[in-house]
C-alpha cells in the first residue's frame, strides 16, 4: 500500500507489544492460583458452628463478579472449646459447585481470614498472613474494577454487532476518485488539530472522512486505530484496526496490524 498520504502520527506511535498483563487479569489469575493450589482454604459456613470444607477443589473460576468453585466437600462441626468433629468424608462425596459474587459481603480479618459472601478464606499453614494478604488484595482489585469490566464486556458485544454490519455494508460499496478527494481535504484539517494534540478533533473528522466513502482510502482506518490507541481507547482502536483488515484483507502490514490488535487486547486489561 502507498503510505505517502498517511498521517505523520502513525511514525510517532511506539508499539510495546509485550506489555505487561493488566491489572484486573493478574488479580483473577493470583486469586484462582490461590485457591486451586490450596494456598487458602475454603470454607461455607452453614450454620454458627457448623462449615463444609471444600477439600479436592477441582475448578475455580471468575465470571463477571461472580466467584465459582467447583469441589468435594467435607462437612465437620466446631465445639466451643474449638475441637473440631469430622461430620462427613469429603473423599466420598461428590464435587459441588459452589458461588458467591465479588460484590457481596466482605470482610478482611486480616492476617487472619476472608469473609466473602458465603464463603470464608484462610491459610492453611501461618506465614504471617502472606496469602491471605494477597488474597484479599486481589478480591478488593476485582471488586473495584466490576463494574468497568461489565461495560467493557457490553461494549465488546456492541460493536462485534456493529462490525457485522460493517461488513455487509463494504460488500457493496464502491471505491470512488471523487470521494478520495473530499477524505484528503478532511485529513490535512486532522493534521492541524494533531499538531495541537485536539485528538477527539481528529477523531471526529476521521469519521466524517469515512462517512464519505467505506471503502475509497483503508489507511483512514488504521490512522483512526492509532488515534484511539493515543487516547488509550483500546476498544475502539481495536475495532477500528479491524475494519482496516476488512477493507483491505491483502494489506502488506496485516500481521502488524494484527501484532497491533493483540498489544491493544493485553492494554486493554
Known amino acids: 500500500m502507498n503510505r505517502i498520504l498517511l498521517i505523520v502520527f502513525i511514525f510517532l506511535y511506539h508499539s510495546n507489544f509485550f506489555g505487561q498483563i493488566g491489572t ?3 488479580a483473577k489469575s493470583e486469586l484462582t492460583e490461590l485457591i486451586l493450589s490450596n494456598k487458602i482454604r475454603v470454607d461455607e459456613k452453614i450454620n454458627a458452628t457448623t462449615f463444609n470444607y471444600l477439600i479436592q477443589i477441582e475448578k475455580v473460576e471468575i465470571k463477571a463478579d461472580t466467584l465459582i468453585i467447583i469441589a468435594k466437600p467435607t462437612k465437620y462441626k466446631v ?15 461428590k464435587a459441588i459447585t459452589y458461588k458467591t459474587s465479588l460484590l457481596d459481603k466482605f470482610v478482611d480479618n486480616y492476617p487472619i481470614s476472608v469473609v466473602l459472601g458465603n464463603l470464608f478464606f484462610t491459610e492453611p499453614t501461618f506465614q504471617e498472613g502472606e496469602n491471605i494478604k494477597k488474597f484479599a488484595d486481589n478480591v478488593v482489585i476485582l471488586r473495584e474494577n466490576s463494574l468497568k469490566e461489565k461495560e467493557k464486556a457490553a461494549k465488546s458485544k456492541m460493536l462485534d454487532s456493529l462490525l457485522l454490519d460493517f461488513g455487509l455494508k463494504i460488500k457493496t460499496a464502491t471505491k ?7 477524505q484528503r481535504e478532511l485529513m490535512v484539517q486532522a493534521n492541524v ?13 476521521y469519521e466524517e472522512a469515512i462517512n464519505i466513502n467505506l471503502v475509497s482510502y483503508p489507511p483512514i482506518y488504521y490512522n483512526l486505530a492509532l488515534i484511539y490507541a493515543l487516547t488509550e481507547n483500546y476498544q475502539m482502536a481495536i475495532y477500528n484496526m479491524k475494519r482496516y483488515l476488512m477493507v483491505e484483507p491483502n494489506a502488506e502490514d496485516k500481521a502488524e496490524s494484527e501484532d497491533k490488535i493483540n498489544e491493544w487486547k493485553i492494554n486493554l486489561n
Do not use: C, P
Not at 468433629?85 to 473423599?91: A, C, D, N, Q, T
Open 79 to 93: 465445639s466451643i472449646g474449638g475441637k473440631v468433629k469430622i461430620l462427613s468424608e469429603g473423599e466420598k462425596s
Open 193 to 205: 488539530f494533531f499538531d495541537q494534540k485536539q485528538y477527539y478533533k481528529v477523531i471526529a473528522l
Open 176 to 182: 470512488n476518485a471523487s470521494d478520495i478527494e473530499k
Open 24 to 26: 484486573y487479569t493478574r
